[in-house]
Every structure is written in C-alpha cells, then in structure tokens.
C-alpha cells in the first residue's frame, strides 16, 4: 500500500508540471527532469500541451492562417486638386477603408469612410498651398494597407502672390486684389482662376488689374455663376524660377459689402421724426432679419454744428425707426449705411438726407 501512495504523489507532480510548462521553459525543463519514477507517457504528455498551450506558438498559428500579403504592395495613390479627388487602384476582398487629409499649416484633419467598394475619396475644397498629406488605408482580409501622398507647393519659397483679398459690391461685382511675392522675380506674371465648390466649375479672371505689365487684381462684372464657397487659385509663371501658388475659400457672404438702404424717407409730427427704408439688393435674396443698420443723424444750427448720433438698428423691427424730435426742431441730416446682422462690415454711407427747420 505503502508504494502505491507513493505512485499517486509522482502522478500529481507531473500534472503540475503540465500546468507550469506553458509559461516558464526554464521551469519546465526542471519539472520534466525532476520525477525519476514518473511514467514516460505522462512526461511526454505534458511537454505536448505545454508546446500547444504556449501564446507564441498560437500567436504564430494564428499568423500562418491568414493570407500573406506583399510588403512592398503599393495602392498607387494619386490626388487631382481640381476636383479634390483620391483614387488609388482597387484590390479585391477590401471589406472597409478611410482617407485623411491632414494639413500642414493648420495641421488640421478631415476623415472619410469609403463607400463599399470604391477605390476614391472625394474631399471638399480646401487651402492646399500650405502643403497636405493624403493616406488612404483599406482594410485586405483583416489585414490594413496604409499608403500616404504627401501634396506640396513646388517653386521657389517667397514667390507666391500675397496679401490676397476679395470683396462683392453693388450685388453683382467682385473685385480680387494681390501683390507680388517678396521673392518673386521681375518677369513674374500671376494668374486667377475661380471655381464655384458646388458645380466645379472653374474659369479664369476675365479682367485683369496690372500695374507695371504684372496682374495684381480681376475684376469680376458678372458673379451670377458663384455659388455659397468658391475656391481661388493665384498661380504664376517665370522664366527665372519656380513659383509657388496661392489658393484660399471664401465664402461669398461674408465678403460681400452691402449697398445702402434704399429709399429713405423721413415724416415729422409736433414730437417725432418717422424713419423709414428698404433693405438693399443683394447677391441672394435674404430676409430683413439678416440685416442691420447704422444711423448717422447730426442736427446742425447757426452757431455750430452738433454733435453726431450714432444708432444701429436690427433689421427684424420693420426697417423703421422713430426719432425723438419735438417741434420746433433744428435741421438734422440723416445718412445710413447697411451691414450682414451677424457681423459689423459696413457698407457705404448712404446721400444724405435733410429733415427739420432752422430754430
């Protein structure tokens, strides 16, 4: 009795050497070394499932089922900046993806999914003359291929045109202005070219402002074509150098400057004076809320011309205003100018506007 107890102690040893086995080798080399009286089958049992059990060797498993793929595969990524589109070349069993846009002088970030099996990325109009990076990264039989284009502005630093403005007025004229780049060399001659962000439509300035033979501005009669953002391209050519481009999006509502209201009239009782208007013409037809006014209403006597009083007025009060003014009153005269309610970029004084009579 006495050796079979002995027996059972040398079986539960091993049974503890199997559990060990699979995360120390040094351990188990010990543990399978150490029971001389350990039956043969239990010691190669154990070595068995402490190889099977080990996580590199599943981990490499694992590895082995999946399909090898090529390292040196290439999705040959291209970008078109007139249409702001990533294509690359479609691979088969692609099961999802997504496209960044990081840019280099924000260094802001845009993502895109892609759409089933599509092999492009479609991005909205952006700033690129500060330099963009493109990556695309698809996912091949749960596997993810990441390829990045990196989109730089090629020319010699200092060349492109700058200070670059826009502004709309009188509802249907846009004028566009620019000066030379600090580096830029005499025979330098700048280009504009405007495309509409919705219809992709591009056209270049039909007039252009020149001083001393180079374009430092466009001139713009008809905006009809232009729709919310535009997209604005300053390039050049030298036989001298390299130049680099300069392109921004506007959005045209806030670069219009609004006329001022028109018909302005003033009726006066023995208390009150009652001003009244229309709101302008605009590029778009907007709601009288979208609008606010300014009042320049100074009163002037024999002695000495008065102080001024300026009064803003919202749009949504009727494009009316009512004037404290009891009667008899000094001559006043009235001018008013226009501006979008969310920001204060006045437009022009209106003519002026006489009301009242000598004290």
Request: aromatic share 10%; with cysteine; net charge positive.
């Amino acid at each position: 009795m006495q050796s079979v107890r002995q027996l059972s102690d040398e079986e539960e040893t091993c049974q503890r050497a199997q559990m060990w086995g699979q995360r120390d080798t040094a351990r188990r080399n010990a543990v399978l070394a150490h029971p001389a009286g350990c039956p043969r089958r239990l010691l190669t049992t154990a070595l068995l499932l402490s190889l099977l059990l080990d996580p590199a060797i599943l981990l490499l498993r694992e590895h082995q089922d999946l399909p090898a793929l090529d390292q040196n595969a290439s999705l040959h990524v291209t970008f078109d900046p007139k249409t702001m589109t990533l294509r690359w070349d479609c691979r088969e069993n692609v099961t999802s993806g997504k496209c960044l846009m990081t840019t280099h002088k924000e260094n802001s970030l845009v993502k895109k999914e892609i759409k089933g099996k599509e092999c492009r990325c479609t991005f909205q109009d952006h700033s690129l003359h500060g330099g963009v990076s493109f990556t695309v990264k698809v996912n091949i039989d749960q596997r993810w291929i990441s390829e990045t284009l990196v989109y730089s502005n090629p020319g010699v630093e200092g060349t492109a045109a700058q200070n670059f403005s826009c502004l709309i007025y009188n509802a249907d004229f846009m004028n566009c202005t620019w000066a030379k780049g600090q580096a830029a060399p005499n025979d330098i001659q700048y280009f504009l070219y405007i495309r509409d962000s919705k219809k992709k439509i591009e056209r270049e300035c039909p007039r252009y402002l020149s001083d001393s033979g180079t374009h430092v501005g466009c001139h713009l009669q008809n905006i009809s074509g232009l729709s919310f953002y535009s997209y604005f391209l300053v390039n050049g050519t030298s036989q001298k150098s390299g130049i680099q481009f300069f392109d921004s999006v506007l959005m045209l509502k806030e670069i219009e400057r609004y006329n001022p209201p028109n018909n302005i009239t003033v009726y006066c009782n023995e208390s009150h004076c009652f001003i009244q208007w229309e709101k302008p013409r605009t590029r778009k037809t907007l709601s009288d809320r979208e609008f606010q006014y300014q009042l320049d209403i100074q009163r002037q006597s024999n002695i000495r011309r008065s102080e001024n009083q300026l009064i803003v007025v919202s749009g949504d009060l009727g494009n009316k205003y009512n004037f404290p003014s009891p009667h008899p009153r000094a001559t006043h005269t009235l001018k008013m100018r226009t501006a979008d309610a969310r920001r204060a970029e006045w437009g022009t004084w209106s003519q002026p506007v006489q009301f009242g009579t000598w004290a």
